[in-house]
């Protein structure tokens, strides 16, 4: 993996990593486009900027980092649990869904699922609007919808998304447990992945690993940000019909 291909991954990384657009999806995509074979390597590489992600997500949410939010956290374990089992049994069945087809009908399905659920969602005084005050029902209906972000392309923060919209919980809630949830998973699966794959670091291009560190944290951080200003105004609709665009393109080239 060369400068500017790790300049691009990392790009993709923190752009798509929690927008409800799949990261593993383009990632796919975009290592198959630009000739990126899956190495352990490569895994290596990805390890270090699913770090930087969470390391965003946790400068901008640091004040909900200490023991005084145990309740929260203890919430987002919860909803970490379901992901977690499923994943651990089926780890050897999900690998054989990481092909270009599979993202791109799970493009198009999510996208739909987006525009349906936006449909039907109102605003409602009975949201819940803050993230601390997400019930352990909600919790727990948000782990589970994530479940489904085990098959490529559908999208973790998707998944999230729209378990916590369905469970009562407002755009900007939903998107705040999703970033927060993203915590522990990528913790866990980043660490396994480091623990699996920490002896490709000696053959490393550290340059090339270390600008799209850097790369992917700094994007992530803004995406982030412009993600939460853009809830403020506007639906997920938007991301629905980039989905169906992007996945119906996909099954046009492959």
């Given amino acids: 993996m060369d400068m500017i291909q790790a300049v691009i991954i990392g790009i993709i990384e923190g752009f798509t990593e929690f927008l409800p657009i799949s990261s593993t999806g383009h990632m796919i995509v975009a290592s198959k486009f630009l000739g990126v074979a899956e190495t352990d ?8 900027i699913q770090f930087a992600a969470i390391l965003a997500v946790m400068l901008i949410y640091r004040e909900k980092i200490t023991f005084k ?15 977690a089992i499923v994943g651990f049994i089926f780890k050897d069945q999900i690998k054989t869904l990481f092909n270009v087809q599979t993202v791109a009908w799970m493009f198009i399905i999510g996208g739909i699922v987006f525009l349906v659920v936006e449909y039907f969602y109102k605003e409602k005084e009975t949201h819940v ?3 601390e005050k997400v019930t352990w029902v909600q919790a ?6 994530q479940i489904f972000s085990l098959v490529p392309g559908t999208s973790r923060a998707g998944a999230t998304i729209i378990g916590g919209l369905l469970s009562g919980l407002d755009r900007k809630t939903s998107a705040e447990f999703s970033f927060l949830l993203a915590i ?12 699996k794959h920490y ?25 982030i940000k412009l993600f939460l200003a853009f809830l403020q105004r506007f639906t997920f609709v938007p991301f629905g019909i980039y989905r169906i665009i992007f996945g119906v393109i996909l099954l046009m080239i492959i």
Avoid: H, R
Avoid at 199 to 223: E, K, S
């Fill in 199 to 223: 002896q490709d670091f000696a053959n490393a291009n550290w340059g090339a690993f270390l600008v799209g560190f850097i790369v992917a944290f700094a994007v992530a951080y803004g995406t």
């Fill in 140 to 145: 727990w209906w948000v782990g589970f919808a």
């Fill in 69 to 83: 939010k145990i309740d929260l956290w203890m919430k987002l374990l919860f909803a970490f649990l379901p992901l």
């Fill in 41 to 48: 390597l490569t895994k290596a590489y990805e390890v270090i």
């Fill in 129 to 131: 609007k803050d993230v």
């Fill in 184 to 195: 522990p998973v990528m913790a866990a699966v980043s660490g396994y992945d480091l623990l």
